[in-house]
């Protein structure tokens, strides 16, 4: 019950300010529109690039929005109120994390075809992209979580939780990326796909412990 | 409500690496107000963060009887500090409720309005947390206290911002606490009445 | 047996660490200076030429033990962050938080003359393979590791425990790193990165004697280093401890 | 004398969290350190974007930063100190841009170099970028002004920003990095230089009138 | 100090489409405070502001004798509000330095430690002002007022969060500053005493 009036409230602070999940979409759009610009290339070199380009932004367009997962709940005081409940920390880590993903991995899962498509991606490849992004944005929401309860109370951590959190995201990025590029390249994408399916179970088991370790000695 | 104890021992709290203040003692037990007093930047805030479970001791401690387990202490035990916990882009129902759930209690939209209501909200209960004016965001977060019926509890400064009515209200709801075999530890400087209830009366000192 | 066990007690805490460490400084920066300097006249002046490379693999006395060191000094880091984190010794988070800057300085070595010999030797001074790849990488865990600390300066143990925790996470990240970027290159390049194909391309004593002595050399360095900023770090963060004042009337 | 103790005072806030300086090229590197990750391609294709993609990091990595302009000010109460004061709003507007630049912009152009090597971009066109830069980034910092200056009093208007000074900052990339492009092609980049100063001084004279035009009506 | 004049005439604010108040008058001369009360929610905040600079009226106005001119208004007014104005990175004094240069006051160092020595910062010079309690950050903001010298202060709630000590400091403070020729216009549910001292009191009321 606690896990869940947790989800809930998250999904609907998000909501409540729906530029939230709409705006990491525009955002991407507008990145993807500068790259032609600032390529003056064609349609050869972009098809080159796009899975990575694809990859690449929807880790950046969650990557910013990392920083609040936690800080925000910890300035307004909120935080005490689900710390101080007796709830288990770790679960209370996997709750934040799966309201993080439902209002900015899942939009952006369901953006990245219109994406691959400014992009000339093969058409071939758009399922294995939405099954990569699938398994890996809920990687980047856990792996968030980390970073957000380390840098809670400082004024200005956004960009030191991304150092913190990149050196993390590097294997997912290979990886997913990768299947893509694999698939892009006529190869079976399958190697790729469980590697990230493992690093998603790695994550579950040990970034929740994390995080709420760090929850832990920044309350103390 | 259980006959839970807590013992403040030979307590020290530090910012910057020294000690704030003298060491404190206290034994509460339910049925019993502390004031919590001092100058500004004495320590209270600290003093109370701690006991609640947001910091730590760098001396002494807090045990709470009868058995000394952290988890017992938060579930009967409710903090209200400087920065009050209500999410500025949820109504205050949703506030309500989200408090009440998190803390296990189930509750149906009448108890919270009335919840609301006690406190002076009745008529905002769609209005944003953040759409409201310093006390209102006070009173919201007192209107905490009478729904999760905790045992012990911690309030910083909370007569501050609220109006006159508000004062009183807030006043005789702490009596009726105590009265009720509830406790509560707090500091208040606008209040001189609270401190002539007091049942123990801590001023923090210089170490 | 008896004697172990006791001086691992003594180097628990933090006063007699600080009271033993300080006989041992000066030796050791004694022999990392020897070291360093025959090191490096062997290296540059004696050993003979690469018959591939010329003169251009010399950097190589620098290059190869900054990169040895740069990853043992993080395995220390995380070993010691273990031990900060579960059982708070104030010692470990000296050593740890002492350890990354001098970490991270053999790794920015290890980068930049890289990126120099790899000038003369591919023409370029960066390749995406997978050893730089993770180099790189693993400057950013060193940098993650000292951005919390200094971002929490204002409170010395919460900033030590979090930096603890993050170079814990990154302890157990780096096999993982490592693997995945060394599996990620291997299928797309690879010839031209086989010129750095291990230690088999060094057969020759008078080659690897340099390389052999500069090794120990970074190591006493680091030792000397490390310890010297782990005694200040202890100074600074025990400052109103009476063993700190008591040190200063002594000198 | 108000213009420099408002200066003064940004860049020394800045300046206490050091991070705020360093981070953003952190943050530019992680990227760059991305892109081959995603790519999984050699030097090839790394050199063709490379223009596209050290324009795009500087652009990202100020955007990022454009948000807290106003906003701490205005947050912490501090805004109405300076607007309040009989200062001249638009002049207070320049202030806090060349702030902004000097803490974000400079940084970003020494570090330039560094990246571009990272991404093999030909050295002929060094001193291209960091001219073509120098010129961009004040413009970058005076548009943000704006654009922080409209979101200022809302929660999380990051992403609202980005989508509002995007369309202004479209011309300013294609210029800039047209600039590099020619010059890798060996064509004389004289052209886009000369445009991007136009897009200087024009942001110079009007942007300060927008912001503070913004700040009025935020305040109203 | 210059004999400016504020009329406050027939003024009514708005939050979201409403107004909030009876109309409100006020003639507030150099010499004179004015006290503004009502309950919590009753809109004292937003009338403070308007009269700041930082809100408009959706009704009335203000006007300001001589010349209604708003930057000679801004000269001679000053307004700390519930967010304080202060820099949570810059140390108290640094603060304190750009607060007032800012307001086109040269200080030396010397005045500066002065000022916060008067509030009680003494020794803190150098502390940033996010390592202060909460009474102790009302103290560095109050410390403006001394060092500013403007005619017109306008507080909203000064006495929330200082200790005992403190409150008298205020309360004689602003006395000290009326006799002397300046005017305030303040909201304090906590201090009946200023209440009774008041020259115009204004009650918000329901329009
Ligand atoms: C920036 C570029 C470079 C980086 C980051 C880098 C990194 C490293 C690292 C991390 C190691 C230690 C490997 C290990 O012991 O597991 C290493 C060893 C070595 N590097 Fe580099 N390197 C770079 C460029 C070069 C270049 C250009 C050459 C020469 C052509 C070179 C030759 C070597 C050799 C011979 C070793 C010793 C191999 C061994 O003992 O296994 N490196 N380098
Ligand atoms: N991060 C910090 N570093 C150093 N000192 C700090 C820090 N945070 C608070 N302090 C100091 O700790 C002291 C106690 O602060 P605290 O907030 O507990 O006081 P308080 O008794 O609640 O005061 P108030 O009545 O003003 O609310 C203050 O003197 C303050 O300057
Ligand atoms: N953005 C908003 N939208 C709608 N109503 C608002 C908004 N902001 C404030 N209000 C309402 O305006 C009223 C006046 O708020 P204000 O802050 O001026 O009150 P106040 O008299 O200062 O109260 P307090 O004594 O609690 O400080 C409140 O009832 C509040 O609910
Ligand atoms: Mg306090
Ligand atoms: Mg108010």
Redesign the pocket.
């Known amino acids: 019950m606690r896990f869940w009036i947790l989800l809930q409230r998250d999904v609907l602070v998000a909501w409540r300010k729906k530029s939230n999940i709409y705006q990491p979409l525009v955002f991407q759009l507008l990145i993807v529109t500068m790259f032609p610009l600032g390529l003056g290339a064609g349609a050869q070199t972009l098809q080159k690039i796009a899975p990575a380009v694809v990859w690449i932004l929807a880790l950046i367009s969650t990557l910013i929005t990392l920083e609040n997962i936690f800080k925000d709940d910890y300035e307004d005081g909120s935080l005490a109120l689900y710390t101080l409940s007796g709830m288990s920390l770790p679960v209370a880590v996997i709750a934040k994390a799966a309201a993080h993903w439902l209002t900015t991995g899942l939009p952006v899962i369901i953006f990245a075809p219109v994406i691959a498509v400014l992009l000339h991606l093969p058409a071939s490849a758009y399922g294995i992209l939405m099954l990569s992004l699938l398994i890996a944005t809920p990687i980047f929401s856990l792996l968030g979580t980390v970073g957000s309860a380390l840098i809670m109370n400082l004024k200005n951590g956004g960009m030191l939780l991304s150092v913190l959190i990149m050196p993390l995201l590097a294997p997912v990025l290979i990886f997913g990326a990768g299947a893509v590029l694999e698939t892009t390249l006529g190869n079976t994408p399958v190697g790729h796909i469980t590697l990230l399916a493992g690093c998603f179970v790695l994550s579950l088991t040990l970034a929740p412990l994390a995080a709420a370790a760090a929850i832990k000695v920044n309350l103390e | 409500m259980q006959s839970t104890i807590l013992h403040i021992s030979h307590a020290q709290c530090q910012k910057g690496g020294e000690p704030l203040f003298a060491p404190v003692d206290l034994v509460l037990q339910p049925g019993e107000m502390a004031v919590v007093a001092g100058n500004n930047g004495s320590g209270k805030t600290t003093l109370l963060e701690a006991v609640a479970g947001l910091g730590s001791f760098c001396q002494g401690g807090i045990h709470f009887a009868p058995d000394n387990n952290r988890d017992s202490w938060l579930q009967h035990s409710h903090y209200i500090g400087h920065s009050l916990g209500n999410k500025a882009s949820l109504t205050c129902l949703e506030n309500l409720h989200f408090a009440a759930t998190i803390n296990g209690i189930r509750t149906n939209e009448q108890q919270l309005s009335d919840g609301l209501a006690q406190v002076g909200l009745h008529g905002y209960e769609y209005h944003y947390a953040n759409d409201l004016s310093a006390g209102q965001k006070k009173r919201l977060s007192l209107s905490r206290l009478l729904l999760l019926n905790k045992t012990f509890w911690l309030l910083d400064e909370p007569f501050v911002n609220l109006d006159q009515t508000g004062c009183d209200w807030l006043f005789d709801c702490i009596s009726k606490h105590i009265s009720q075999g509830g406790a509560a530890l707090l500091t208040a400087h606008d209040n001189k009445r609270i401190h002539q209830q007091a049942d123990h009366f801590i001023q923090l000192q210089r170490p | 047996m008896n004697k172990i066990v006791k001086f691992y007690h003594e180097m628990g805490s933090p006063p007699s660490f600080y009271r033993i460490t300080g006989h041992w400084l000066k030796p050791l920066l004694i022999l990392a200076l020897l070291l360093t300097v025959y090191g490096l006249i062997d290296g540059l002046f004696f050993a003979p030429p690469d018959y591939q490379q010329g003169d251009s693999y010399r950097i ?1 006395f620098v ?2 033990p900054a ?2 060191m740069s990853m043992f000094i993080y395995f220390i880091i995380g070993v010691s962050g273990i031990i900060a984190f579960v059982w708070r010794m104030k010692v470990a988070e000296a050593v740890m938080m002492a350890s990354a800057p001098i970490g991270a300085l053999f790794t920015a070595l ?2 930049l003359t ?2 120099l ?2 000038k003369p ?2 023409g370029t001074y ?1 390749d995406w393979d997978a ?2 790849t993770s ?1 790189l990488i693993l400057l950013f865990l060193y940098i993650g590791v000292m951005g919390i600390y200094s971002a929490y300066d204002d409170d010395p143990r919460k900033a030590a425990r979090l930096a603890a925790l993050v170079a814990i996470i990154g302890l157990i990240n780096l096999p993982i790193i490592r693997y995945s970027v060394e599996w990620w290159t291997s299928i797309h390049q690879g010839a031209s990165i086989s ?2 194909g ?2 088999s ?1 060094i057969k020759e004593w008078s080659m690897l004697r340099p390389l052999l002595v500069m090794a120990l050399a970074t190591k006493f360095y680091y030792l000397y280093s490390m310890l010297h900023r782990a005694r200040s770090y202890l100074l600074r963060t025990e400052q109103n401890k009476s063993w700190v004042s008591k040190q200063f009337i002594e000198n």
């Open positions: 190589m290059h190869v990169a040895w290890t980068l890289g990126m010999w790899g030797m591919w960066w050893r730089m180099e010129i750095m291990g230690n391309g």
